[in-house]
């Protein structure tokens, strides 16, 4: 299967296929951290037409999730741009997408999420409500639910690395969309 992850630095979702044996690539703005032959370096927008089977897509979620809202008014062009983003993701030719993003104004602007997952769902001690919009693709299952839940993510302290750190994919996670996703062809 030939599968793209947007706005993915990482590489974490696209290794979980590639371990499948699938085509993956990630793509974004940002180098890949770990230097991989299979990131492509740019705007994801521009790699949207290249006969994908899937696409699973994480955009920016700086002007779009709730813990943001109370400097809402002062972006209203960002969240805008933000959210025009967002919609030409959901309407790009690919025939199974899935778009990631913390509760936020997705849900408002555009069309409520298909699910609602946690990390604690899936093997990690923590919790991040984290929202899918899913086209032509089954709701995750839940592989190893924890105790624990800890707001790690929520209590992180500010720094340089902040933002990155905040929008990692748990392992957990990545493991269950490619092997749940993985065989949908």
């Known amino acids: 299967m030939k599968v793209l ?3 993915e630095y990482s590489g974490a979702v ?3 296929f590639r371990k499948l044996g699938h085509d993956a690539w990630s793509c974004d703005i940002i180098p890949d951290e770990n230097n991989s032959k299979y990131h492509i370096l740019g705007d994801v927008r521009k790699n949207l037409y290249e006969n994908w089977d899937l696409g699973i897509f994480f955009p920016p979620c700086t002007h779009l999730c709730v813990s943001g809202a109370r400097w809402f008014k002062q972006k209203t062009t960002e969240q805008e741009t933000a959210l025009d983003f967002v919609s030409r993701i959901m309407m790009a030719p690919i025939p199974k997408i899935a778009i990631e993003n913390p509760i936020g ?3 408002t602007k555009i069309n409520k999420p298909s699910q609602i997952i946690q990390p604690w769902q899936f093997g990690h001690g923590e919790t991040k409500a984290t929202c899918l919009w899913l086209k032509n693709l089954p709701k995750l299952r839940y592989t190893n639910i924890v105790n624990g839940r800890e707001p790690r993510i ?3 302290p500010p720094g340089k690395n902040r933002g990155k750190e905040r929008s990692r ?3 957990g996670i990545a493991e269950a969309m490619a092997s749940q996703w993985g065989g949908i062809i």
């Open 105 to 107: 104004v997705i849900s």
């Open 169 to 171: 994919t748990f392992e």
């Open 154 to 156: 929520h209590k992180m």
């Open 14 to 16: 696209r290794d979980a």
């Open 5 to 7: 992850i947007g706005c």
